[in-house]
């Protein structure tokens, strides 16, 4: 029988990034699609009948697809230089769940599914768990097909191209239906099981968190010939906005603000940049609160900006508010999982955006660092093969 790590060996170079480390496997390039392609045919091993919905989403099937099923799974596209674990783990998992169940000889009263979510990291098209915020309708399914990414592909491109009809994307009540309870297994972000916790904890929910796009806008000149008193130079401006990024969160018990990301236009050594783009990642257990810290974080940078002689234009990308698991399911986990802690978590997951459309939960599997979006992103294999035994046996008392 294969093990969770035996199974994650066998993507190990599927999507490798040499310059950055670990993994980069972006919704439909050609590293998910293997990846795509190797959970078809495990899951075609197991017996289990796999499609591909309308929102690009993989469903692999024990029983007939059938209202109110019990499905568990995750995500395979990573973050940028992303680790091994993310996604795949709580995929490799499910399967071996499977195995564990049919060995065990359980014969399921109702179907269960193992279902994939599409462009969970939102690292392609700029919004997360966008798979299955198309599916609920959480995202405007207009706005999702003119989504594009940094080579100006859009998401109908891209789908068409993928074999869907970019017309069909948009929430699916029949495969919404489908989902009477939603289990998900991840590997922990953060440090709550730390270096020697238990292997495996109950999520209880998911903080707050939103993207904004923060777009600076000066006066593009020659690094040579434009002395320092006649420049308008955003990247100057951008520079003090992400002190004042850490500065807001920082004055604020719980706030996490991030700026990972930013892309001076047109970016050449020898350029002041015309235009400088950030992206803000803001997340906090209070909405109200994660949204007054953008608002502030928007005010110094106009302010900061004005004093460069530059602009500053803020734009929301996406915002998932907090959430709170359904408590008679996450009771139903604890049972399943005697003694497993209950743990919040900072991190985004389809999870918590199917949480307002059917009972959802989480189980969480150690990981020694807490480490988590980068390449020492770690599970050991003792840890693994425990999650894979708690989520057959979270399955099994729910089936
Ligand atoms: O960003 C997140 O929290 C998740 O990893 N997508
Ligand atoms: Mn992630
Ligand atoms: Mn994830």
Redesign the pocket.
Known sequence: MDTVTSLLDSIADVGRDPVRGGYTRPVYSAAELDLRAWFSEQAGRRGLAVDTDRNGILWAWWGEPQRGALVTGSHLDS?PGGGAF?GPLGVASALVAVDVLKARGVEPNRSLAVAVFPE???SRFGV??LGSRLLTGAIDADRARNLSDDDGNTLADVARRNGLDPRLLGRDEEALGRIGDFIELHVE?GRGLGEDGPAVAVGSSILG?GRWKLSVHGQGNHAGTTLMEDRQDPMVAAAQIVLAVRQVAAGRRDARATVGRLQPVPGGTNVIASRVDLWL?VRHPDDEVTAGLVEAIHGKAQKIAAFEGCTATLTEESFSGTVQFDAALQRQVGNALPGAPVLATG???DAGVLAGFAPSAMVFVRNPTGIS?SPEEHVEDADADAGAEALADVLEALL
Do not use: I, L, N
């Open positions: 973050v993310d969970e990291e939102g997360a768990c972000q968190h990642d991190a985004g997951h979006h």
